[in-house]
């Protein structure tokens, strides 16, 4: 590509929020995520404001246009392995706030405070590697932490925490966190409608009666 020297190709961002962990094309704009900030930048495109208080969309020709953070003091910290992506819902943790958030069209929600933000503030504080993916088969964002995460004199007792991990499931349609499971993922995805996660290097398919993997 050629690009005029004339024409800006980058852009900065508040160093006060630290390292960008990931990048995510959303539509014609690009999602940044820095350690403690969410922000949207436009493609191809460029937004000024009128004498009116409005807004006009500048035709193409730029790179990388206006940076807009979200509102909301949240990023996704160092756990970039953390996003799950369904349709316009991104979901991320952001460890240092002990807070799981979702990013969708009205903003960012905490959504560890669906009734587990105790269970959440203990399991977060402990973690070495949290890791997310998005269960298109069940519609749930699967989440599994990994860390010192059992203690016998509290309540984050699950079954496969004392092996140092746990996995729980977010359902939109519930507004919450209902079920535990006992698999533990590297990576996940969803591919022709079946899910599927990584441990070990190795795929395994989900949801299939072929050999059974899975307890509750």
Same mark, same amino acid.
């Given at each position: ?7 800006? *190709? ?13 990048? %995510? $094309? ?6 940044? !995520? ?15 404001? #009128?004498?009116?208080?409005? &807004? ?8 990388? @246009?206006? =940076?807009?953070?979200?509102?909301? +003091? ?10 799950? =992506?369904?349709?316009?819902? +991104? ?19 905490? *959504?560890?405070?669906? @009734? ?14 949290? =890791? ?17 995460? %059992?203690?016998?004199? #509290? ?8 092996? @140092? ?8 349609? $519930? +507004? @919450?966190?209902?079920?535990? /499971?006992? !698999? /533990?993922?590297?990576?996940?995805? &969803?591919?022709?409608? /079946? ?6 290097? /190795? ?14």
């Amino acid at each position: 590509n050629v690009f005029s020297t004339a024409t800006p *190709i980058t852009r900065s961002l508040d160093p006060a929020n630290n390292s960008i962990q990931k990048l %995510y $094309a959303s539509d014609t704009n690009l999602i940044v !995520f820095q350690e403690n900030k969410v922000s949207q930048a436009l493609i191809d495109k460029d937004i000024i404001y #009128t004498a009116e208080g409005g &807004t006009q969309t500048l035709p193409q020709g730029i790179v990388l @246009g206006q =940076i807009t953070p979200y509102l909301g +003091k949240y990023g996704i910290g160092k756990n970039p392995e953390s996003f799950g =992506i369904f349709g316009f819902r +991104k979901y991320f943790a952001d460890v240092s706030r002990n807070a799981i958030m979702r990013l969708s069209r009205d903003g960012l929600t905490e *959504i560890s405070q669906y @009734g587990m933000s105790d269970f959440f503030r203990d399991a977060l504080s402990h973690s070495k590697e949290v =890791i997310g993916s998005y269960d298109e088969y069940h519609g749930l964002y699967n989440l599994t932490i990994i860390g010192d995460c %059992y203690d016998s004199e #509290t309540d984050t007792n699950v079954a496969t925490a004392s092996d @140092g991990y746990f996995t729980i499931s977010f359902d939109e349609n $519930a +507004k @919450g966190w209902p079920s535990f /499971k006992s !698999f /533990k993922q590297e990576s996940g995805l &969803t591919l022709n409608n /079946k899910y599927n996660t990584f441990n070990s290097g /190795k795929l395994y398919e989900h949801n299939s009666e072929e050999v059974n993997r899975n307890s509750f």
